[in-house]
């Protein structure tokens, strides 16, 4: 069973930057995915950014090139340098991860295709 931490929450003020890590128990053999998710009060659980065992990226729109997901060499810490930071960034930040049939997969940031999740970290941009 894949464990995942996440470490590095916190709040930041509107504009400044916040990085995110997470910790995986073990490396994942094959195609599998990684990914940043995130969940404000009252709202759905959306993908952030994600990550596939090629290191390709991908990344919700609205992010605007503000969001950075990285893995180490390892594979067994996942990434996310946030910068210019939203009162609307304002959510529980979720690590994940899954083995996938293809790559492609990943680009999708839909939570059905990660198997393992963290406890989340909170992030908080008060206006």
């Known amino acids: 069973q894949v464990q995942l931490q996440e470490s590095g929450g916190g709040s930041v003020q509107t504009g400044g930057s916040l990085g995110l890590s997470c910790t995986v128990s073990q490396s994942i053999t094959g195609s599998y995915c990684m990914g940043w998710f995130r969940q404000a009060p009252g709202k759905e659980r959306e993908g952030v950014a994600s990550?596939?065992?090629?290191?390709?990226?991908t990344y919700l729109d609205s992010m605007e090139g503000r969001f950075i997901i990285s893995q180490d060499n390892a594979k067994t810490t996942l990434y996310l340098q946030m910068s210019n930071l939203k009162p609307e960034d304002t959510a529980r930040y979720y690590c994940?991860?899954?083995?996938?049939?293809?790559?492609?997969?990943?680009?999708?940031?839909?939570?059905?295709?990660?198997?393992?999740w963290g406890q989340g970290t909170q992030v908080t941009s008060p206006h």
């Open positions: 994940a991860a899954g083995r996938v049939v293809a790559n492609w997969m990943c680009s999708r940031l839909r939570s059905i295709d990660y198997k393992f």
């Open positions: 990550i596939d065992s090629r290191g390709t990226t």
